[in-house]
């Protein structure tokens, strides 16, 4: 049978009567400091405020962002395009039924 692992000891020790204010910022983030690494728990996910990797972090997000952004552009334009399609559909079927009218008139008057 397989052994259990046995528990990690914790490398931190934060006794009751140290505050967390170090760590937990007035608007709820938690933020760390990881060698030279700043990080920072908010909206649930981690992000490095520091370093290389903390900036190119900031780019993809901000990237992401854009991304969500044209996709919500894109869906109300392709939404727009059908909308003006069905439109023009109608009024080419509109045209032809008043065109066919209008030859039927004609035809009568030369009869008469």
């Known amino acids: 049978s397989p052994k259990k692992t046995p528990a990690r000891k914790s490398v931190v020790s934060l006794t009751s009567e140290e505050p967390l204010d170090d760590l937990v910022a007035e608007d709820g983030t938690v933020s760390v400091n990881l060698g030279n690494q700043k990080c920072t728990f908010q909206d649930g996910e981690w992000t490095t405020e520091t370093g290389a990797a903390g900036a190119s972090q900031k780019a993809h997000q901000k990237m992401q962002r854009k991304i969500r952004q044209l ?7 392709r939404v727009k395009f059908d909308i003006i399609m069905n439109m023009l559909s109608q009024t080419t079927a509109e045209s032809h039924i008043q065109q066919r009218e209008i030859d039927k008139f004609k035809k009568q008057e030369q009869k008469r």
């Open 71 to 77: 996709v919500e552009e894109n869906y109300l334009l």
